[in-house]
């Protein structure tokens, strides 16, 4: 099959690149970001999905299917430019698929979009409608791609398109917004709560990217590996230290002594838990997570230690 | 009445759950063994010595498998709930854990949140519920709400409107419903009045007053009473009148528990007093 990655110079979209590869797809993929010395067999194009250039590719090469994992987080992208890469870069991806015959598009979205609430459900399903949107603003932009994606599912009913929120990805590189939190040795927590946080190592995640592709799966799905931890425990099995500050306190030190930058919204999900239901997507798939919570954190603590970790603190 | 086994440590009962804890001493729901055995040393304090719950029928709940407890609220604040999580701790073998259905406002707060979380008690969600019981687990659920705990002392012992929701869910599940009778937390919590202002206030519905102002329990015998299961057919989408029709058999039930047992409890009064 002729795969299309849009953003395939991100740390998992690489390792998915290189495994289609191996099990026999062709391989091309889109970034503005560079991939220096991509392997032979893999196509980087240096270009922006909003612009011509990137039509042109989806003329010329014709891909069959596009994993669509260009999108941004408020951690990466500041601003407007974030709405604009997420929005209108979701919707030019789309538009070139309906208009080149791509037959199965994959969009690669985050289980952050249920949002965190004191009374919303532990477990999410597929089912619920967005609660990010009024309590995370800097996840709006991310759920208006999620549910834009979704009405694929009606508006092309000729392209089989899967909606996936992925939980967190912890992994070797360090890379993501759960990394990022757990970078420095001492990591923040609001004081009185310890939500439970849902992670997947990075090859399981390209495992499930790889059968969501190969078994044409249709809908939407959350897709979730070994059951939820309390962040306590994630940050004292990766080998860091938990500082719990009281709420005020908080939000002053976030960015400061040596603690993480945090979203305004991120102080929501510090307090309450975003873990979801990934029932439809193991019935779809069969998929099974190799890496339990254990081997997960015990990886994450081996491949970047407090000490060689970027801002040890 | 059973024996309350006192050979075996809490920590050990905390240890034979049949709940899926990992390596980390952590269930799928959050539901911690480090919190649970914290949290049971205090509630077995309270529970043997400074209540000394008198508890019968543990035998009527299943020792596997899906249950729903359901009982009458009894004292202004969460005694009867910690109560009756101790009871199928202490008296039940192997031990249980109930979970509660508990009010919304509950996750709102810092430690509140994270200790119920911890001990498996979350918010009153049909979607909970319906997880819980096809998971197998034992739920604790008090129909009459917030307004049952909103009782004053003369009132102690009637029952307050239910609602349907426990019987649907009953029947969409197919479990059990095990009724029981919560005695004393009415006299061990005497509300005299309710402060509704200084609960809006504080972000709850409303605070229990005492004669002493707080609503700190006094050390009064509590006893509770499991009765024989109930067990109703039907698929949940029944007509309303149907569904009551169900809900008052429980709520008889429990009428029943409570009224035979407050007898039992005067007679037994009586003996100790007499000559």
């Known amino acids: 099959m002729r795969v299309l990655i849009a953003g395939i110079s991100g740390g998992i979209a690489r390792r998915l690149a290189l495994k289609l590869r191996d099990s026999g797809h062709e391989v091309a993929g889109i970034d503005i970001r560079p991939w220096r010395d991509a392997p032979k067999g893999i196509e980087v194009h240096p270009v922006d999905i909003r612009k011509r250039a990137a039509e042109d590719l989806f003329r010329r090469w014709k891909p069959e299917a596009v994993i669509h994992m260009a999108t941004v987080t408020a951690f990466t992208v500041q601003g407007h430019e974030r709405g604009r890469i997420n929005l209108d870069g979701t919707k030019a991806l789309f538009d070139h698929c309906a208009a080149h015959g791509v037959k199965q598009v994959l969009f690669v979205g985050r289980h952050t979009f249920y949002g965190a609430a004191p009374d919303s459900p532990l477990y999410h399903s597929e089912d619920e409608p967005p609660r990010a949107l009024e309590a995370i603003p800097e996840l709006a932009d991310l759920v208006a791609a999620d549910l834009y994606a979704a009405t694929a599912l009606w508006r092309m009913p000729d392209v089989t398109t899967a909606v996936l929120r992925l939980v967190y990805t912890l992994g070797t590189p360090g890379t993501g917004t759960l990394a990022n939190l757990l970078r420095g040795k001492r990591v923040p927590m609001v004081l009185g709560y310890d939500p439970l946080f849902h992670v997947l190592q990075e090859e399981d995640v390209v495992t499930a990217l790889q059968l969501a592709l190969e078994k044409q799966v249709r809908g939407i799905f959350n897709v979730a590996g070994p059951a939820p931890v309390p962040l306590s425990v994630i940050i004292k099995g990766t080998g860091r230290t938990p500082v719990p500050l009281p709420s005020p306190l908080f939000s002053v030190l976030m960015g400061r002594a040596g603690f993480p930058r945090l979203s305004v919204g991120a102080t929501d999900h510090l307090r309450y838990p975003i873990v979801v239901d990934n029932k439809r997507f193991l019935e779809a798939t069969g998929f099974q997570a190799t890496y339990d919570e254990g081997r997960i954190l015990r990886a994450y603590a081996d491949a970047l230690p407090v000490d060689r970790a970027g801002n040890g603190g | ?275």
Request: net charge positive; aromatic share 10%.
């Open chain 2, 1 to 275: 009445m059973r024996p309350v086994p006192q050979s075996e440590s809490l920590s050990e009962r905390v240890e034979r759950l049949e709940l899926p804890f990992n390596e980390y001493g952590v269930d799928p729901y959050g539901i911690s063994k480090k919190h649970l055995k914290l949290a049971l040393e205090f509630f077995a304090f309270l529970y043997r010595n400074y209540f000394r719950v008198r508890c019968t029928g543990v035998q009527h709940i299943p020792k596997k498998g899906r249950g729903m407890l359901v009982g009458n609220h009894s004292g202004g604040v969460a005694v009867d709930g910690m109560m009756v999580l101790t009871s199928t701790m202490l008296e039940m073998d192997p031990p249980r854990l109930a979970q509660g259905m508990v009010e919304r406002f509950i996750h709102k707060f810092p430690v509140a949140s994270l200790w119920a979380s911890r001990t498996g008690q979350f918010t009153g969600l049909p979607e909970h519920a319906v997880r819980l019981l096809e998971d197998d687990r034992l739920l604790m659920i008090f129909p009459e709400g917030a307004r049952g705990t909103a009782k004053l002392y003369p009132d102690r012992y009637s029952l307050v409107d239910f609602g349907t929701g426990f019987i649907r869910l009953a029947l969409q599940t197919r479990s059990p419903i095990i009724p029981f009778a919560f005695l004393g937390g009415g006299a061990a919590i005497p509300t005299v009045t309710n402060a509704y202002a200084l609960g809006k206030l504080l972000g709850v519905p409303y605070v229990p007053l005492t004669p002493y102002l707080l609503p700190l329990p006094l050390p009064i015998g509590l006893e509770i009473h499991y009765g024989e299961p109930l067990v109703f057919e039907g698929t949940g989408d029944e007509e309303d009148h149907v569904i009551q029709g169900y809900v008052d058999q429980v709520k008889a039930s429990i009428q029943r528990l409570i009224e035979d047992n407050r007898a039992e409890r005067n007679l037994r009064r009586a003996r100790r007093l007499l000559p």
